[in-house]
């Protein structure tokens, strides 16, 4: 999405004060829900294993699948170090950031994606609201000016398929 585009949303949302703190406010919160989430799936699987009712192999998928999804979804961003929109000429974001590229794949949506599959063979329900919410965080991004639909998306697919392929094999 080039400045003239942009400029558009960024017009839309100044425009708007109480509709750019709620995207402000989404922005900061759902990530932490998703972190929350993250938590208390592990906090669950580990009581479940300690009480016998559950194999160590879950637990061990719901960290290491996480873990290397997020660990491989740095590693790109470093290697390809893709440049954010707001570093082009006439470009300013919603939402100030300072980080010089490193924007494909985004992480944030990438986590969030991951998360959501995390749960998956535990509560479908939770993965399906875990799921929207990353959604929503890559949407955030985007509105924000920190990401392109692109990044985004990239971040999704990587989530949600190495994070499902991981969990249910």
């Not at 637990?59 to 290397?68: E, H, I, Q, T």
């Not at 470093?78 to 707001?86: G, M």
């Not at 949407?139 to 994070?163: N, P």
Request: glycine fraction near 12%; proline fraction near 7%.
């Amino acid at each position: 999405m080039g400045p003239e585009q942009y400029r558009k949303i960024y017009e839309w949302f100044t425009a708007r004060p109480a509709a750019l703190k709620a995207l402000a406010l989404c922005s900061r919160l759902l990530p932490l829900v998703q972190g929350a989430a993250y938590l208390a799936l592990l906090a669950l699987l580990g009581f479940r294993w300690a009480a016998g009712g559950d194999s160590m192999q879950l637990l061990a998928r719901a960290v290491l699948v996480p873990g290397a999804v997020f660990a491989g979804g740095s590693a790109l961003r470093a290697a390809l170090n893709r440049p954010r929109p707001y570093e082009q000429p006439g470009f300013t974001p919603l939402l100030p950031k300072e980080t010089a590229g490193k924007a494909f794949p985004s992480r944030h949506t990438l986590s969030g994606a991951v998360i959501a599959m995390a749960w998956l063979p535990v509560s479908g329900a939770a993965a399906a609201v875990l799921a929207v919410l990353a959604v929503a965080i890559g949407a955030t991004r985007v509105l924000a000016g920190v990401h392109r639909v692109g990044d985004v998306a990239a971040g999704a697919a990587l989530g949600f398929g190495l994070g499902a392929l991981g969990m249910l094999l």
